[in-house]
């Protein structure tokens, strides 16, 4: 029989301290002055509890790059930053682009069983952008994949994007577009600006990202599908897309922690721990990427997590990999940049990092609100303690992390997947 769980007077989203009991899986009461014989109790005093959160986007590198982290490393830190659900990228090798592979990652994420894992499917074979994965059979799986994208790469061919669109609609699939327009990134190191002349790095123009999410807006809308846009970075992005909503286009978008708080001018220091894809943009950008997360314009936070070794990342600027990390910080990251300045209440925290990701998804089981009945997935956040960052004490088997030395707000104090607890006192269970 599972332990039963009393939470006590925890702020639920932020509101009056109300009681949980967590049960068979399920959240089995709510209210004040809950009494629950043999439960395992909780003090929740000044902590806010928020439904589990879902990660749309999460690189774990398993099969192929075990090197920079498994499915059970990143699950790990995926708990420890309050994610009961994660979204893994197909960009592994061999490439999530079959039945086979993408029944694997599930298969791992269930095994390890820190935070359920929803593979991504490759939109083509391969990444390749040369002709349409098995989108049907990787939808059929056990995986039941409903997430489709070449993430890492852009599905730049406007005729192979109009078919995967079309195809997904059997299946209430989401295309997830990395928009980049690969001619324009030729050789492109960091955002494209005064500071990339001065620096003598190749420029990443925000128009290369701006140009795919309109044009995919157009595919969408002419084909009548769904359509997420990954990682958006540029205020021109964010306008677009409001553009696109107000007309009614089935189209979501997300925004990543690091785009939320870094700027460009970190790369004037040429550490490539702030070599990312897409870069860091302006503060005017940043800005941008607020205020449309704010205004719902933007969905959903994500990740984008991604891990590197040591050899990948700890070379000249030019050389190293694109990408840092993220689950573990993502909360505070949020906190720090739309909570505290007042953007957002924790209402809509848990909209925009918990229900929205899971609905774009379609996981059933994840992203409900804290009701009775509702599987008991739950995070418990303690708003009000600051910590460093040090890289050395992360579940992930990497330390790209940008925030190495920085002070944060905020701490996972404990992490729950249907009832049963995968972090407690700030630590794996
Ligand atoms: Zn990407």
């Known amino acids: 029989m599972s332990t039963t769980y009393l939470i006590q007077n925890a702020s639920l989203l932020g509101g009056d301290p109300t009681d949980l009991v967590l049960r068979d ?78 029944e694997q990652v599930w298969r791992l994420g269930r095994e390890a069983g820190f935070c359920d894992v929803y ?57 997830a577009q990395h928009a980049q327009e690969p001619r324009l990134t030729e050789g492109a190191q960091m955002n494209e600006g005064e500071l990339s002349g001065r620096l003598g790095l190749t420029g990443w123009p925000a128009v290369a990202e701006e140009a795919v999410i309109a044009r995919d807006c157009l595919l969408a809308e002419h084909v009548g599908s769904r359509l997420h846009v990954c990682h958006v970075s540029t205020a ?104 505290d300045p007042g953007l957002l209440d924790w209402a809509g925290v848990a909209e925009r990092m918990s229900h929205a990701p899971a609905r774009i998804g379609r996981v059933a089981d994840h992203g409900q609100p804290l009701a009775v009945g509702a599987p008991a997935n739950v995070v418990l956040y303690d708003p009000a303690v600051r910590r460093t960052v040090d890289p050395a004490r992360s579940a992930s088997l990497s330390r790209n992390t940008p925030y190495r030395g920085m002070e944060l707000p905020g701490r996972v104090v404990a992490t729950f997947l249907r009832g049963r607890p995968t972090v407690l006192d700030g630590a794996l269970v």
């Open 236 to 339: 021109g992005s964010v306008q677009i897309v409001r553009e696109a909503k107000a007309r009614g286009v089935d189209v979501t978008a997300e925004a990543c922690p690091h785009h939320l708080i870094l700027t460009d001018e970190l790369a004037a220091t040429y550490d490539p721990i702030y070599k990312v894809n897409p870069p860091l943009r302006t503060r005017a950008d940043v800005e941008a990427l607020r205020g449309g997360l704010a205004d719902g314009t933007i969905d959903i936070v994500a990740t984008d997590h991604a891990p590197h070794p040591h050899e990948d990342k700890d070379c000249e600027w030019a050389a190293a990999a694109f990408g840092m990390l993220g689950l573990e910080t993502a909360l505070s990251i949020v906190q720090e940049t739309m909570v």
């Open 25 to 102: 899986g399920v959240v089995a009461e709510v209210g004040t002055g809950l009494q629950a014989d043999g439960a395992e109790v909780l003090d929740a005093t000044g902590l806010v509890a928020l439904p589990g959160l879902v990660d749309l986007h999460t690189h774990l590198r398993e099969p192929g790059r075990e090197d920079a982290e498994t499915v059970e490393s990143g699950t790990r830190a995926a708990a420890l930053g309050g994610f009961t659900a994660v979204h893994a990228m197909a960009n592994t090798e061999p490439v999530a682009d079959t039945a086979g592979v993408v």
């Open 119 to 175: 593979p991504v499917g490759a939109v083509t074979v391969g990444l390749q952008g040369e002709r349409l994965a098995e989108l049907g059979a990787m939808a059929d799986s056990a995986a039941r994949v409903r997430v489709f994208s070449d993430d890492g790469k852009c599905v730049s061919d406007a005729v192979l994007m109009r078919r995967a669109l079309e195809y997904v609609k059997a299946f209430d699939g989401v295309v």
